[in-house]
């Protein structure tokens, strides 16, 4: 293990350790104009068919219509793509961040490993823990480890992109709980795509992406008044993959009953058009990385 990586196990045992690190009063988020976007080669079933389909200008409107809501509700950081990392638009996948702490990710596919060299410098130019995670053992940030609204315990997915092997490590960076969770369904690479835990304590899943023991896991968490299940129909529309902020939803369909059963339920959901960047198998979640703390984020009181 690397001496950076020891020095935060270090740090995050000691309670008062993450003081020093970034903190956002405001719910706060990374994100990266899709300067390169395009599909160059096929890493998922969407990209299949969709080679160099999206068009360049299109994909810059929508994303700058997803920033403009985004900015209503949260502060925005950019950081610029480069060339030859396609898909770096996807900025979510890069890491896991908490604390001030960032666990950086490891890609799976070589075509994705590009973007982890400008990422890591960001977060160190930025001041934040980095967290390194082996190469050997495959994880990618937020597209398959998403933290509860509390932010005390983290939900982790592994079979398709990330390995089981990584979600202790992982957990490690704040010493937290962690429930790994087994992706079934190749079109459902990733657990932004078919899992998202709500401000609200509600759940959106897709119960068809998952194996009966991962299942049996989530519905012991989740009351069954809180969980909003969607249809398969629904999930390839990646209903399921939202930026939620306190009681906003920013979802890249629309036109869907379950934007109106998440009205019902209390949140104020904003439907966008992200045609362009379904053709790389993603939508609304997968643009915008996560820096301020969940709690923070999802505008839970602080306990007095
Ligand atoms: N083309 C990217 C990939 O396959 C898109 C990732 C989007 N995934 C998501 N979970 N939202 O890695």
Not at 125 to 131: E, T
Not at 179 to 200: E, I, N
Request: contains cysteine.
């Amino acid at each position: 293990m690397s001496t950076i990586s020891t020095s935060i196990k270090t740090a995050a045992s000691a309670s008062s350790s993450f003081s020093s690190l970034p903190h956002f009063d405001r719910p706060t988020f990374l994100m990266c104009p899709p300067e390169w976007y395009d599909v160059n080669y096929v890493i998922n079933p969407w990209m299949a068919g969709n080679l160099h389909r999206p068009s360049r200008d299109k994909a810059f409107a929508q994303w700058k219509e997803l920033h403009h809501h985004l900015q209503k509700i949260a502060d925005i950081r950019l950081i610029h793509g480069q060339p030859g990392s396609p898909d770096m638009v996807f900025v979510a996948h890069a890491a896991v961040v908490q604390h001030g702490v960032v666990a950086l990710s490891s890609f799976n596919h070589p075509q994705r490993q590009t973007e982890e060299q400008p990422l890591r410098r960001w977060f160190q130019s930025a001041g934040f823990l980095v967290w390194e995670t082996p190469r050997e053992t495959a994880f990618e940030g937020e597209g398959d480890a998403l933290f509860n609204a509390t932010g005390d315990h983290l939900w982790a997915a592994h079979g398709l992109r990330t390995c089981l092997q990584s979600h202790r490590h992982v957990a490690d960076a704040w010493h937290t709980k962690v429930t790994s969770l087994h992706l079934m369904d190749p079109r459902f690479y990733h657990l932004d795509l078919c899992f998202a835990p709500l401000s609200g304590g509600h759940l959106l899943y897709y119960p068809g992406a998952f194996d009966a023991p991962s299942l049996a896991r989530i519905e012991a968490a989740y009351a069954p008044e809180m969980r909003i299940p969607v249809t398969e129909a629904e999930a390839t529309q990646f209903v399921c993959n939202v930026i939620n902020v306190g009681s906003n939803i920013l979802m890249g369909v629309s036109g869907t009953s379950v934007a109106k059963r998440l009205s019902d339920a209390g949140y104020t959901v904003t439907e966008l058009n992200l045609s362009e960047f379904l053709h790389g198998g993603s939508s609304a979640k997968a643009l915008a990385l996560r820096l301020s703390d969940s709690k923070i984020t999802n505008g839970i009181p602080a306990q007095v």
